[in-house]
């Protein structure tokens, strides 16, 4: 049996943080493909098209895909090549929803709203706060300097649901990781089977320190905020956790474990949405006991 459910990594001074983010990318950004995965069906109707670095998720609900996140604006190709790999058209991507606004989420957006004509999702929160003040989309660590921000074509508030064909997405807002991450519940269905999804939409630390809320103009009880988020969504029944990073459920170990042990399925877990958010209260409440 599947054991491990999540490495949230360890608190660091937010300036070693912030000095270790760009050179810990320089080899993804010169060169994104080593860091490709083979696309796979999770669970029914659900499958993985994400990389090594930030998930993708894609649902087929028999009248067109639903995509979450279109990850790193370099990945494109990436993307593209798993969804038709697949055995999709990416010209059936009718709804991309983009769990929060920081550019390693939506950075295929612009160019995936052009060409397929897709709609595109993301909170209301979260999208007023970049037209505040862009620079909150972290721009300046985007892999190409001619990158913008996506903006979303609709936006969401907490408790709105987007329906597309079988699949009904209840959006819930999430504050924390950004003021407007959003989570999300729906069912994904195999046959007459279902199982309920929880996807969470953000829990890096990084934007939690005081010196990045006092730059960006956030709340500075945002730390506070996240508790409540997470006691709020631990009340939630799940099946299958999906995160936004591969580390957050183990993405990458689950499918090498899938791999090896056919017939299991070690995303199935009727505990691992619970077990994940322990740990992430954990994490939160080291973070503030020791004054980060
Ligand atoms: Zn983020």
């Given at each position: 049996m599947y054991i491990k459910e999540c490495d949230l990594g360890s608190n660091k001074p937010y300036c070693e943080v912030i000095d270790g983010f760009l050179p810990n990318l320089s080899d993804y950004y010169k060169n994104p493909v080593p860091y490709r995965v083979d696309p796979f069906r999770i669970w029914g109707n659900l499958y993985y098209v994400g990389d090594k670095k930030v998930c993708m998720h894609l649902v087929d609900t028999g009248k067109g895909l639903i995509l979450f996140d279109s990850g790193y604006s370099h990945h494109y190709e990436g993307l593209i090549g798993s969804v038709k790999a697949l055995g999709?058209?990416?010209?059936?991507?009718?709804v991309l929803i983009h769990s929060h606004g920081h550019f390693d989420h939506f950075g295929c957006g612009d160019r995936i709203r052009r060409e397929f004509g897709t709609k595109i999702y993301m909170s209301k929160a979260d999208t007023d706060l970049l037209y505040e003040m862009p620079e909150r989309a972290l721009?300046?660590?985007?892999?190409?300097?001619?990158d913008s921000i996506c903006y979303p074509d609709a936006t969401i508030r907490d408790g709105d649901v987007i329906t597309l064909g079988n699949t009904s997405i209840e959006c819930v807002l999430s504050p924390?990781?950004?003021?407007?991450t959003m989570s999300f519940f729906f069912h994904a269905t195999d046959g007459n089977t279902q199982k309920k999804v929880g996807y969470l939409g953000g829990v890096g630390f990084?934007?939690?320190y005081r010196e990045y809320l006092h730059e960006f103009r956030l709340d500075m009880q945002m730390l506070s905020i996240f508790k409540q988020t997470i006691e709020k969504l631990s009340a939630r029944d799940v099946d299958i956790f999906l995160g936004n990073h591969p580390n957050h459920n183990c993405t990458l170990e689950k499918r090498q474990y899938m791999l090896k042990n056919?017939?299991?399925?070690?995303?199935?877990?009727?505990k691992g949405w619970s077990i994940f958010l322990q740990a992430l209260e954990k994490r939160r409440a080291d973070f503030e006991r020791l004054g980060y």
């Open positions: 999709f058209s990416p010209s059936d991507i009718k721009m300046k660590y985007a892999p190409c300097k001619e924390g990781h950004t003021p407007g990084l934007t939690l056919p017939g299991e399925n070690p995303f199935v877990n009727p």
